[in-house]
């Protein structure tokens, strides 16, 4: 498989002397067993430095609609949505990905919009069954994984949170993240379901880098974006649910922003598909009440220090996006631009410590002549 510089897209090569499973190449294999269109392969590279080896890391994103209808079993849901993601997995092992990252609450539908408690009943502890289903893969392909889960928290009175998993390629649990940042805008019904994050803005050192997971909505907030830059973030993921009519617009610069700004990678994932709930629901945007959701549009992509993105997935298909990146990258992009040493950090965090405070006033000076009436 050869892939092109800085998000172009891969194309194949000839047949050599051996075969994999009687296909002369593995993007052959992966085409031929795999939906139309369903794999991209993309590379990002960084100047070869004369102290550092390169760090090149193959990274894999997911986005899948949901297998069956919501009105199906529970338990058959989750078990066909399990069958389905499992060849695309093994194709991502396969291709040799190091990090695998899955769309947010990958194991359900998105049925926070509906405010109805039953669907509480897929929330799973953080060594649940999706968590079990997983480290296998990990463990075979010795790949980390990232899933997004709906997390029943037993040891503090099954409190349920939205919640980022980090399973090691020793298929060990790493650690966990909870979503900090809980949208309260149109059909996001979320707060129904579970409140804000307590685990701050973790990095996790792996095998192949330090990752963080910035959960959905959090992409809307810069501050987020800059404390898992801080703590030391190579790789962001942002597993994400988001439907087009609400967001669209936004998607492809706010991570690619954050990438820049903060001197990491971003991997952009999103659910694709229209989900339909038995019950129509209403919400704070002022439409009649409806069963579903609206169109989850796909597009993940990943976003790299220097400006440059790969293509995105389809908006109504499901995907494996693959891409190589060197994360020497990040470190010279640090060094060209000096983002660290100018953005006076200390000017922020006075300001931010005064703004926190009940008796806050905003620093403004207003023309003494704005309110005078002229002679």
């Known amino acids: 498989m050869e892939k092109t510089q800085n998000g172009g897209a891969a194309k194949e090569e000839g047949g050599g002397d051996g075969s994999i499973c009687g296909y002369d190449s593995l993007h052959r294999l992966l085409k031929d067993n795999l939906n139309p269109h369903i794999f991209q392969a993309f590379c990002f590279h960084a100047d070869k430095e004369l102290l550092r080896e390169p760090r090149v890391v193959r990274v894999g994103v997911i986005q899948n609609s949901i297998s069956l209808p919501t009105t199906a079993h529970f338990s058959d849901q989750k078990k066909a949505i399990f069958q389905k993601l499992k060849p695309i997995i093994d194709a991502a092992g396969s291709s040799g990905v190091n990090i695998l990252c899955l769309q947010e609450a990958w194991m359900m539908p998105f049925a926070f919009c509906t405010r109805e408690k039953r669907w509480c009943e897929f929330a799973e502890p953080v060594d649940g069954e999706s968590t079990v289903f ?27 949170w939205n919640t980022a998993v980090v399973i090691g390629n020793r298929g060990n649990i790493i650690g966990k993240h909870r979503k900090n940042h809980i949208p309260r805008v149109g059909d996001f019904n979320e707060s129904t379901y579970y409140m804000e994050g307590n685990t701050g803005h973790p990095v996790f050192e792996t095998a192949f880098g330090k990752i963080a997971i910035n959960i959905c909505y959090g992409r809307h907030h810069p501050l987020n974006w800059l404390a898992f830059g801080l703590n030391g973030a190579e790789i962001v993921f942002n597993p994400s649910a988001t439907v087009g009519e609400l967001s669209e617009p936004m998607w492809p610069i706010e991570a690619r922003n954050a990438a820049i700004a903060n001197n990491y990678f971003v991997a952009s994932i999103n659910r694709v598909g229209t989900e339909t709930f038995p019950n129509p629901f209403t919400s704070g945007d002022g439409k009649p009440a409806h069963a579903d959701f609206g169109h989850f549009y796909g597009s993940s992509h990943i976003s790299a220090p220097d ?3 790969t293509p995105s997935l389809s908006r109504n298909r499901d995907g494996l996006l693959i891409t190589d990146m060197d994360l020497n990258l990040c470190r010279q992009v640090k060094d060209k631009w000096g983002f660290r040493m100018t953005s006076r950090y200390d000017l922020y965090a006075e300001t931010l410590a005064h703004y926190v405070k009940p008796d806050f006033e905003p620093q403004v000076t207003s023309d003494p002549l704005l309110r005078k009436k002229s002679l």
Do not use: P, T, W
């Open 134 to 160: 997983l480290q296998s893969f990990a463990l075979k392909y010795n790949m980390v994984i990232i899933s997004s889960i709906l997390e029943r928290d037993i040891n503090h009175g099954e409190v349920i």
């Open 307 to 309: 400006a440059s993105c």
